[in-house]
């Protein structure tokens, strides 16, 4: 613990006193800086051609709390099961693996976009909740804190009761997919900061 929390402070160099804490309770949070490259760039593959499921690509703009203006250098990790459904590790995988292999990590360019490609998850084994990936964001001075897992309208899972007990905490994440010609789901998803995150200013 105490290594990723030294690492978040490299990540964006801050007084620890002024950083916010937002968004209440946030399980397994911290795992963001486990394994996290230095390096990070506004659109990233987390699957490779191996990888069993449907191809997947999201993108989208993570915009300021006025919903208008782009937000520049914003972090986004993201996480999902496989196409069983399960979060499971790599053999040679080190860091987070109660997330699994399918994990990765997005910093917004200057025009606020981000991107990602994948395979699309499966549900849990159990099928009790609809397949979903993911998000956490992490900001410079603020907490990493989650933000509305992304699901897809076309999931039969996806309940009207589930729906609607959504807190849209950074918008809603419930996308629209489409098959491009080349048979990959596409959707798009863009972000407001702040938007129904508690405390948050």
Known sequence: MKKLFLLSLSLFPLNIFAQKNVGGNCENCELIFAGMPKNLSWQTSIANENEAGERLEISGTIYKKDGKTPAVGIILYVYHTDAKGEYTPSATQENARKHGHLRAWIKTDT?????????RPAAYPNRKFAAHIHPIIKEPNKNEYWIDE??????SLLTEQERANFQNRGGSGIIKLSKNEKGVWIGKRDIILGKNIPNYE
């Open 111 to 119: 025009d606020g976009r981000y991107k990602f490609y994948t395979i």
């Open 150 to 155: 992304y699901h897809f309208d076309d999931d």
